[in-house]
């Protein structure tokens, strides 16, 4: 149930019960309505929206979840219009999974497009539960096109999405009739010669509606860019990249920040102050900071961060942050932080070790070189608790190297797992490099495995073997390899 509970009258004014059975609820308390889904079809409150048949697929997460996508609808500002996701994947062919938590294994088919195969069509719907009448956007044929990153415009006339096309090496910013469903203009294009991957829906500045901001990586790293919103109907211009592709802007384009370092999230706004506050990282170092829309003013530089994990949760008006972070020696600190000097104002929890009284394995971390000479890669070594630097250790090197992947932090035990302190503890020397192809290094460091996964990370963790067998104290004719992947 979704109850509004009303604090002056100290009464529940509203109560809404989706339909037994309701799955991916998505509650707008602007409008109060509640859009969910049963089996593969769409409903909001008790109203089915859709009423499509088997292998049609209304209201949930497409593209694989791919391109930051993890839903599947999206409410407007004022709640008045729901967009939704519309994926037919029957003509994409079956493939089995078996369930092993059955008491007798059961076979679970579901579709799935092999590379190179046919791929499901997806379109974007606009419903009105004031009408109960929905549109599609006119996007033209969806075959082999994915269309991500969903945003609304203040005035909730306008819906804007990033599409990519198969290959991902080509994205487009449109804005479509929220009324009408045809397309209004292209207000940004990203090219490059191995892959694009939006990742962030544009956020409208709230204290100016014709401004939006949008995340690339178009100089190397993802950074923060401010857009016109009426750019559609400007002339528009191309110009190549840092980053080794070509773009096309419509409208004057501010970049806002700028570093070898990149933007993990953006937390919200301080209107007052005309700030975007954001979380950034590089490799071990992290940190919050705030930007000024105006001026470009960064609140601090990147460098003054220190080795650490840091996430975010900004107050609406965007004077005060819970700061949660770790680092190597400190599992988990909550401060209350000012966002004007990004100071402590207040902890809320310094959480003890769990390890506390236990004999624990020491950590180190440093960089060595990668196959290509020049780039450094981060490792993590464990070693166990009553290491004799005379003694000849067994080694197990630990492997998750693919993108989207960061398995060397700097944050509690460097990202280290209860399995590599239990293993330790076994006496064995515990071994993780981040090899190319890992995030939060920037996008050459990402996009080094393009068409050779598998062979480039190969040579990397081969580099760090040869690191592993230059140390007195590793026994060569014993380093084993375990990795694994949900």
């Given at each position: ?294 001026n470009g003013k960064i609140s601090q530089p990147f460098e003054n961060c220190k080795e650490s994990e840091h996430s975010g949760m900004l107050s609406a008006s965007g004077t005060y942050l819970i700061d949660r972070y770790s680092t190597k020696d400190q599992p988990r600190i909550i401060n209350l932080v000012d966002t004007k000097n990004f ?144």
């Amino acid at each position: 149930k979704f109850i509004v509970y009303d604090f002056k009258s100290n009464q529940v004014v509203s109560t809404l019960k989706p339909k037994d059975g309701a799955d991916n609820e998505d509650y707008c308390a602007a409008s109060g309505n509640v859009a969910y889904t049963i089996g593969n079809n769409l409903y909001v409150n008790e109203k089915a929206v859709t009423n499509e048949p088997e292998g049609i697929v209304c209201g949930q997460t497409v593209h694989r979840n791919e391109f930051g996508i993890n839903k599947g609808t999206f409410w407007s500002p004022k709640g008045n219009l729901l967009a939704f996701y519309r994926m037919d994947e029957s003509m994409v062919t079956q493939y089995p999974l078996v369930d092993i938590t059955a008491r007798v294994g059961e076979v679970n088919n579901v579709r799935y497009p092999m590379a190179g195969m046919t791929s499901h069509q997806v379109k974007v719907g606009i419903y009105n539960p004031a009408t109960g009448k929905s549109i599609y956007l006119n996007a033209g044929d969806p075959t082999d096109r994915y269309f991500t990153n969903i945003s609304w415009s203040p005035d909730e006339k306008s819906l804007y999405l990033i599409e990519v096309n198969r290959d991902q090496n080509h994205a487009k910013l449109c804005q479509y009739n929220a009324e009408t469903g045809e397309p209004m203009g292209v207000l940004y294009e990203e090219m490059h010669p191995k892959y694009v991957e939006p990742q962030n829906a544009i956020v409208f500045l709230p204290w100016d509606p014709t401004k939006f901001i949008y995340q690339s990586q178009r100089d190397g790293y993802n950074h923060l860019y401010l857009f016109d919103a009426d750019a559609a109907n400007m002339k528009g211009e191309t110009y190549n990249s840092a980053n080794g592709g070509t773009y096309f802007q419509a409208g004057k384009v501010k970049q806002l920040t700028k570093g070898n370092w990149l933007v993990s999230d953006v937390l919200g706004f301080n209107t007052k102050r005309k700030e975007i506050i954001f979380t950034a990282v590089e490799g071990l170092r992290s940190g919050h900071f705030a930007v000024n829309v105006s001026n470009g003013k960064i609140s601090q530089p990147f460098e003054n961060c220190k080795e650490s994990e840091h996430s975010g949760m900004l107050s609406a008006s965007g004077t005060y942050l819970i700061d949660r972070y770790s680092t190597k020696d400190q599992p988990r600190i909550i401060n209350l932080v000012d966002t004007k000097n990004f100071k402590e104002t207040a902890n809320l929890l310094t959480a003890e070790s769990p390890y506390e009284g236990y004999q624990m394995p020491s950590i180190e971390t440093g960089t060595i070189k990668a196959a290509d000479g020049t780039t450094d890669l981060h490792y993590r070594l464990m070693k166990p608790a009553n290491f004799d630097p005379a003694k000849k250790y067994p080694v197990i090197v630990y492997v998750y190297g693919g993108p989207h992947a960061q398995c060397v932090t700097g944050g509690w035990q460097n990202g280290a797992r209860g399995w590599d302190t239990y293993m330790a503890g076994k006496g064995y020397i515990m071994f993780t490099i981040d090899n190319r192809g890992s995030s939060n290094r920037g996008l050459a460091f990402e996009n080094a495995t393009f068409r050779r996964l598998g062979i480039e990370e190969g040579k990397d963790q081969v580099k760090g073997v040869e690191f592993l067998k230059s140390l007195p104290y590793v026994d060569s004719e014993r380093i084993g390899v375990h990795g694994w992947s949900s």
